[in-house]
């Protein structure tokens, strides 16, 4: 997939996109379950998928999961991630696929709080 997500940063005040970025995928798998639930997904076993109460995540340092913010002024921040933006993966609900984090940017570091999810 081009993009299993997205991500804007839009400016608290107008809404307006300031920044963007998004995560390819090349393999959807059970990294980590809740307590009691058993992975079914692995890449290496030739699996794809994410199974209920699992997650594929991923460490900060894999490339194209972030956001360049060079460019971006200090300021209050709102950032929208949104998962499988093109209904590519079938899922049993697609209302909680939306998260919206506020963001206080200094200038030398992030603060996130107040994370939702959201419907648009």
Request: net charge negative.
């Amino acid at each position: 997939m081009d993009a299993f997500s997205n991500y804007d940063l839009l400016d608290a005040s107008t809404g307006k996109k300031v920044a963007e970025g998004h995560k390819a995928s090349f393999c959807l798998e059970d990294t980590s379950c809740d307590p009691g639930v058993r992975r079914r997904y692995a890449c290496t076993a030739h699996t794809q998928g994410l199974g209920p109460g699992c997650y594929d995540t991923y460490h900060a340092n894999i490339d194209c999961q972030w956001i360049d913010i060079t460019d971006v002024s200090p300021g209050d921040y709102i950032l929208k991630v949104t998962v499988n933006p093109g209904f590519q993966v079938q899922e049993s609900d697609f209302s909680n696929n939306i998260v919206r984090c506020d963001i206080r940017y200094t200038g030398s570091y992030v603060q996130a709080h107040n994370c939702r999810i959201t419907e648009y």
